[in-house]
């Protein structure tokens, strides 16, 4: 029998209440940029400048942004999404995404590597930009030219900035981290351990990895060597202008802890690759940067630099001679006898010296945090002589391509002693 209207319930079914929510639509995006922990205020001006960089960015094609913005969950809840409509309403590309981090390193860490892979691969990304502390302080357009770099047709796998910083800013980077990495894997990014870094999807992955050991450990502030990494695997490194920028401060002024704690992971870094960087070409020139321009201000004062190096001369003979050969010695002594207004520690000392550090690190002359130690006053004695260098009139980025290129032609010395190193090189 054909069934009439009357026979049939035309009520809707009644929601089921205990029935899951359906799954909200993953976003997606081709760029996924990283934040760390910021205060509010800067928080909210970095993604003002994020808007900005991008304001006439299209959405994908499935209507999801393709620009993803991840944000510490220590953000204020309500002010990022607000902030981000005010800055761009209605056709802001951005989206955000929250994820924990706790961070309060000075360098991007393993913990943030990691993260930021996991969102990545999570959200289907193509690369990613990790932005550090300050973050507030670049400029966007340096944002936007390193998105357009990564998603170009020949993006390089690990993409630096090149800060303009003052002539006495960023002294560690400019007597270890940069001529090292330059003389050791042929890299020339001026700041090899820079606070933002724009990485593709594959680099991502390898620093991940090599995230995992630490974050495994607990060690989530661990310090990873973006350009090591690039170089182990031979892909391609570049940089991009990034102007200036305002750089983090410590929340210790202990000189000593933070330069052990960063030359040490350095070091480290060294001695795990040796295989890689010895069968790296010694010196072909070719490495150039772009000139800083700087400041003829007031310079600092290098008395208490000087005194330290001084009275280091008198109690930490015993250490660095277990550390240092007796020509470096010789040059130390008469280093020691200079008056102030002509202090002045040649290059080829402060490249002997730091090979020799390097040296004894890995081979544990002595007690790895006495040796570290022992390497503070060494390290004010040079930041002393270029502070007096460039108060006479040098150029301070010449003198630290020169010191750079010192470096590579010396680095057979390195060599040399890392394979035999009970030998002293004349």
Same mark, same amino acid.
């Given at each position: ?7 049939v ?10 029935a ?6 993953p976003?997606?995006?081709? $760029? ?5 922990p910021? %205060? ?13 960089a ?36 209605d ?22 590597y ?25 400029n ?24 303009? $910083? ?5 002294l ?14 042929r ?6 351990q ?5 990485l ?12 995992q ?8 502030d661990?310090?990873?060597? %973006? ?19 305002g750089?983090?401060q410590?929340?210790?002024t202990?000189?000593?802890?933070l330069?052990s ?110 040796l ?32 750079a ?22």
């Amino acid at each position: 029998m054909t069934p009439t209207s009357s026979d049939v319930d035309t009520r809707q079914p009644t929601p089921d209440a205990t029935a899951p929510a359906p799954e909200p639509t993953p976003l997606t995006g081709d $760029l996924l940029i990283c934040l760390t922990p910021l %205060p509010p205020e800067d928080l909210e001006a970095t993604l003002k400048n994020l808007a900005g960089a991008f304001p006439e960015q299209q959405t994908a094609g499935n209507g999801n942004s393709n620009i993803l913005v991840a944000i510490p969950d220590a953000a204020p809840a309500s002010s990022p999404d607000s902030v981000l409509s005010t800055a761009a309403p209605d056709s802001s590309p951005l989206r955000l995404l929250h994820y924990s981090s706790s961070s309060t390193a000075l360098f991007l860490t393993a913990a943030d590597y990691l993260n930021a892979f996991k969102m990545a691969q999570e959200h289907n990304a193509r690369a990613c930009i990790l932005l550090g502390p300050e973050s507030q302080t670049l400029n966007p357009g340096f944002v936007r030219d390193l998105a357009a770099a990564l998603l170009g047709s020949s993006a390089a796998d690990l993409i630096l900035p090149h800060y303009r $910083l003052g002539p006495n800013n960023g002294l560690v980077n400019s007597a270890i981290l940069y001529p090292v990495t330059r003389a050791l894997y042929r890299q020339c990014p001026r700041f090899p351990q820079a606070i933002d870094v724009g990485l593709s999807l594959r680099m991502a992955e390898r620093l991940a990895m090599a995230a995992q050991p630490f974050t495994a450990a607990g060690q989530n502030d661990a310090i990873l060597w %973006p350009v090591a990494e690039a170089a182990s695997a031979n892909w391609p490194v570049a940089e991009i202008d990034a102007g200036p920028r305002g750089l983090p401060q410590p929340a210790s002024t202990d000189l000593n802890a933070l330069l052990s704690e960063t030359a040490g992971s350095f070091f480290s870094d060294i001695e795990a690759r040796a295989s890689i960087w010895q069968r790296v070409r010694f010196y072909q020139p070719g490495c150039a940067t772009p000139e800083t321009p700087f400041s003829t201000g007031t310079l600092p004062d290098v008395s208490p630099m000087l005194e330290a190096f001084r009275v280091a001369y008198t109690n930490l003979q015993e250490i660095w001679s277990l550390v240092l050969p007796p020509q470096t010695l010789l040059g130390l002594k008469h280093l020691s006898l200079m008056p102030p207004a002509g202090f002045r520690m040649n290059d080829e000392l402060w490249t002997r010296i730091v090979y020799d550090f390097i040296l004894a690190y890995r081979l544990r002359t002595i007690n790895r945090g006495h040796l570290l130690g022992a390497l503070t006053p060494l390290y004010l004695a040079w930041v002393a002589s270029h502070i007096l260098l460039t108060g006479a009139g040098a150029a301070p980025e010449q003198h630290i391509e020169d010191l750079a290129a010192t470096f590579e032609r010396d680095k057979a010395y390195l060599v040399s002693r890392w394979r035999w190193p009970d030998r002293f090189n004349p």
